[in-house]
């Protein structure tokens, strides 16, 4: 592995065309994932389905990292290589969920705290030895009516900030992830107005828990009209308002800023990836790229269904998305592409 001080682990997350495969769905989320076709939810099918995603052939040319989950670091390929030792190989940084998840949040109806503070130092120098070299946390705000509180903001923000200082201690690179859902039928306006609050609550955050901005990675929701907004903003009004937002709010010193999916079909995210790095070309202070955890895997998995005889079409479909967000990523996709790789 050639990146091992901070600085350049970061800047190889988002090194050029490359972006973050976001495979750290807890057991429970991997659960609805199987469901939809099928799968058993049991442990030999997780590791096997992982198998399938981290042995495609030439995954490292588009993907720089792989968000692993707690039982999936601990892994091997069917050939016994553990799967860490598989991604070096293959110049794919191995990464880590360390948060415990959304849980309730007191006094705030319908709004929650990622929890998973408590024993994190020792639970990072354990994740180090085996291997991880940067790690995930995700924050959740929910737009509704009356809600985000502040509350849910600040809090979710000073979580965020405590982890990614742990974090940077243990030698390890924190992407910090507050999602603004998509689910609900709010505005673009308002998904931007939360977005922005978010952000800055975020950065003041940070700073006060004196983490070192160029040895961390930034992973946002797009500004995206609500799921059940009856206006659908196309794909310019979203790249425009997200890099508006994410330039009044995210310093210049943050190694990156890669996406999250969050909901968005396949072809969409790409699209707003691509658009966002069209535009804006030459007029950004960090590298935009994607770690989408659904918007990559989702034709694998429906490829795949759980059979060894599907293990090259579930790799065909993740090489494919892959390489259509790194061309996104580098303001080079077009849908023409995407329809001549379909066919092909
Ligand atoms: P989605 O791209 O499916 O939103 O997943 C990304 C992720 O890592 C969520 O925490």
């Given at each position: 592995?050639?990146?091992?001080?901070?600085?350049?682990?970061?800047k190889?997350?988002?090194?050029?065309g490359?972006?973050?495969?976001?495979?750290?769905?807890?057991?429970?989320?991997?659960?609805?994932?199987?469901n939809?076709?099928?799968?058993?939810?049991?442990?030999e099918?997780r590791?096997?389905?992982?198998?399938?995603?981290?042995?495609?052939?030439?995954?490292?040319?588009?993907?720089?990292?792989?968000?692993?989950?707690?039982?999936?670091?601990?892994q091997k390929?069917?050939?016994?290589?553990?799967?860490?030792?598989?991604?070096?190989?293959?110049?794919?940084?191995?990464g880590?969920?360390?948060?415990?998840?959304?849980?309730?949040l007191?006094?705030?109806?319908?709004?929650?705290?990622?929890?998973?503070?408590?024993?994190?130092?020792?639970?990072?120098?354990?994740?180090?030895?085996l291997?991880?070299?940067?790690?995930?946390?995700?924050?959740?705000?929910?737009?509704?009516?009356?809600?985000?509180?502040?509350?849910?903001?600040?809090e979710?923000?000073?979580?965020?900030?405590?982890?990614?200082?742990?974090?940077?201690?243990?030698?390890?690179?924190?992407?910090?992830?507050?999602?603004?859902?998509?689910?609900?039928d709010?505005?673009?306006?308002?998904?931007?107005q939360?977005?922005?609050?978010?952000?800055n609550?975020l950065?003041?955050?940070?700073?006060?828990?004196?983490?070192?901005?160029?040895?961390?990675?930034?992973?946002?929701?797009?500004?995206?009209?609500?799921?059940?907004?009856?206006?659908?903003?196309?794909?310019?009004e979203?790249?425009?308002?997200?890099?508006?937002?994410?330039?009044?709010?995210?310093?210049?010193a943050?190694?990156?800023?890669?996406?999250?999916?969050?909901g968005q079909?396949?072809?969409?995210?790409t699209?707003?990836?691509?658009?966002?790095?069209h535009?804006?070309?030459?007029?950004?202070?960090w590298p935009?790229?994607?770690?989408?955890?659904?918007?990559?895997?989702?034709?694998?998995?429906?490829?795949?269904?759980?059979?060894?005889?599907?293990?090259?079409?579930?790799?065909?479909?993740?090489i494919h998305?892959?390489?259509?967000?790194?061309?996104?990523?580098?303001?080079?996709?077009?849908?023409?592409?995407?329809?001549?790789?379909?066919?092909?």
């Open positions: 592995m050639p990146a091992h001080d901070l600085a350049s682990i970061a190889a997350m988002v090194a050029p490359k972006g973050i495969l976001a495979a750290d769905e807890s057991t429970g989320t991997i659960e609805k994932r199987f939809d076709i099928s799968v058993e939810n049991v442990e099918n590791r096997a389905y992982r198998d399938m995603l981290f042995t495609a052939k030439g995954l490292g040319d588009y993907i720089s990292g792989v968000i692993l989950y707690d039982e999936t670091i601990r390929s069917a050939d016994g290589t553990s799967f860490v030792e598989l991604l070096g190989r293959n110049g794919i940084l191995p880590i969920k360390v948060d415990t998840g959304a849980k309730p007191p006094f705030c109806p319908g709004e929650t705290i990622t929890e998973g503070l408590d024993g994190l130092p020792k639970r990072c120098a354990e994740y180090f030895k291997g991880a070299r940067f790690a995930k946390w995700r924050a959740v705000i929910t737009i509704g009516k009356d809600i985000p509180s502040a509350t849910c903001v600040e979710n923000a000073h979580a965020l900030a405590r982890y990614a200082a742990i974090c940077q201690e243990a030698g390890i690179v924190p992407i910090v992830e507050p999602e603004v859902l998509m689910d609900g709010h505005t673009i306006e308002r998904c931007e939360v977005t922005e609050w978010t952000l609550a950065y003041d955050a940070l700073y006060v828990n004196r983490v070192v901005l160029e040895h961390s990675i930034l992973k946002p929701s797009m500004v995206i009209s609500g799921k059940g907004c009856k206006q659908q903003a196309g794909v310019d979203v790249a425009e308002r997200t890099v508006k937002i994410l330039k009044r709010t995210v310093p210049g943050v190694a990156g800023v890669v996406f999250l999916s969050g079909s396949d072809e969409v995210a699209a707003h990836l691509h658009a966002m790095n535009k804006f070309k030459g007029n950004l202070p935009l790229s994607f770690s989408y955890g659904r918007a990559l895997q989702a034709p694998a998995l429906k490829a795949w269904k759980g059979s060894t005889s599907n293990v090259a079409a579930g790799q065909a479909a993740i998305r892959s390489r259509m967000n790194s061309l996104a990523s580098l303001a080079r996709y077009s849908a023409e592409e995407e329809k001549q790789a379909k066919a092909a």
